[in-house]
């Protein structure tokens, strides 16, 4: 049977294909094969906040920037509250064992993206609930709209509450998300440049 190889056995043999690489590049690509390890075991619960701490402890400054830098990518507008705390426990483990921290200030960024986060999620369910309203009491608003293939819009009703709810929802999602994605954006950028 054939052993599987890990990333870093790849990128070693792409690299001899390439050229030799210097004993720095060998290292930064170890290196980051160890993060990439212990972030996996990290998002599968096998590490917890402190066990994160525990293994990053002692590693090099680009590698808790690199480390917290992933962490910090991970973060979404529309993620699982569960996988945020995990990700904000993870940001500030990795802060506090930087020489000089900003674990408060980070805290607080972390917090405004949960906050925008919430409210995201809570516009989104008031609306639906507010469609879900109003089509149950006006069955005329069951009408969806459906493209012709000559590109002209017409109207036909829909098959149930649900898929009128979804249709109108889309619309008024695509508005709601690019409100809020542009904050997202912002307070992610703020946490980056924190990071540094």
Same mark, same amino acid.
């Given at each position: 049977?054939?052993?599987?190889?890990?990333?870093?056995?790849?990128?070693?043999?792409?690299?001899?294909?390439?050229?030799?690489?210097?004993?720095?590049?060998?290292?930064?690509?170890?290196?980051?094969?160890?993060?990439?390890?212990?972030?996996?075991?990290?998002?599968?619960?096998?590490?917890?906040?402190?066990?994160?701490?525990?293994?990053?402890?002692?590693?090099? #400054?680009?590698?808790?920037?690199?480390?917290?830098?992933?962490? *910090?990518?991970?973060?979404?507008?529309?993620?699982?509250?569960?996988?945020?705390?995990?990700?904000?426990?993870?940001?500030?483990? *990795?802060?506090?064992?930087?020489?000089?921290?900003?674990?408060?200030?980070?805290?607080?960024?972390?917090?405004?993206?949960?906050? *925008?986060?919430?409210?995201?999620?809570?516009?989104?369910?008031?609306?639906?609930?507010?469609?879900?309203?109003?089509?149950?009491?006006? #069955?005329?608003?069951?009408?969806?709209?459906?493209?012709? #293939?000559?590109?002209?819009?017409?109207?036909?009703?829909?098959?149930?509450?649900?898929?009128?709810?979804?249709?109108?929802?889309?619309?008024?999602?695509?508005?709601?998300?690019?409100?809020?994605?542009?904050?997202?954006?912002?307070? *992610?950028?703020?946490?980056?440049?924190?990071?540094?």
């Amino acid at each position: 049977m054939e052993k599987v190889k890990s990333a870093f056995e790849k990128a070693m043999e792409r690299a001899a294909a390439i050229g030799e690489m210097t004993a720095e590049e060998k290292e930064q690509l170890k290196e980051q094969e160890k993060i990439k390890t212990i972030l996996s075991e990290y998002y599968k619960d096998d590490l917890d906040r402190d066990g994160l701490w525990k293994k990053m402890k002692g590693s090099k #400054p680009e590698s808790l920037r690199e480390t917290q830098m992933s962490l *910090i990518n991970s973060l979404g507008l529309n993620m699982i509250q569960e996988e945020f705390l995990k990700r904000k426990d993870g940001i500030l483990a *990795i802060e506090s064992l930087k020489e000089q921290q900003r674990v408060s200030v980070m805290e607080q960024v972390l917090d405004s993206i949960a906050g *925008i986060q919430k409210e995201y999620q809570e516009g989104k369910e008031q609306a639906s609930e507010q469609l879900r309203e109003a089509i149950e009491s006006n #069955p005329q608003l069951r009408m969806k709209p459906v493209k012709t #293939p000559d590109g002209r819009m017409t109207f036909q009703p829909a098959v149930s509450v649900d898929e009128a709810v979804q249709a109108r929802l889309s619309e008024f999602l695509a508005e709601h998300e690019e409100r809020y994605e542009f904050s997202f954006t912002k307070l *992610i950028e703020k946490l980056k440049w924190e990071a540094k």
